[in-house]
């Protein structure tokens, strides 16, 4: 009985000390520090999840794609391909596209013309599309995976001075930069055509 007395009279000290004193001295510091301490968790797991891919291959297949498959893809390129961002190993991202979609449209359109889409690759009924229609004239079967691979090298937009209006910017500078970009892009597509010959 004296125990349980006790224990409820250091509670009411505890409260009393937790409402009367912390609560009404420290309440915004402590509203402030959870704040900033929730922002860091956030961000640090922001950051980890943050993955910086080397290469994207877009896969476009009729009908669906087991996971063990999409392993199998993503595995045979990053054994060939290059650490694009020199950060100690490489890191291929799959993007599936199925050959048509819900509405009956061939889906690949929406990938097959981005200058940052390079590498795709096809199941039988894609690459005979897609070839008759003259999207890819590098094509090679890759029997490891019976799959076909193709090369997409898309002109890079370029700058003009329009796209950078307000700024000082001269057409020297756009140039420069232009040369740049297309120098990067011609360097990924050689990269991606090496990559294309080790895979069997």
Known sequence: MHEEESRKGRFAEFEYWLTNMFWYHYKWYFIVG?????????????FIKNVDYDWTVVYTHEGEISSEAAKDITRAFEAVCTDVNENGKVQVKLIDTKLRDEKGSYSLYGQIN???KIIFILDEAAMELYKSLGYFTELKYIESLGLWAGIRDNPIRLYTLEDFAGYNYTQADIDESNEYRQGEHDKLVAQAREALKMLN
């Not at 959870?34 to 860091?40: A, G, K, P, R």
Request: proline fraction near 0%; hydrophobic fraction near 60%; charge should be negative.
């Open 34 to 46: 959870v704040f900033v301490v929730s922002l860091l968790i956030m961000s640090v797991a922001s």
């Open 114 to 116: 981005k200058e940052d």
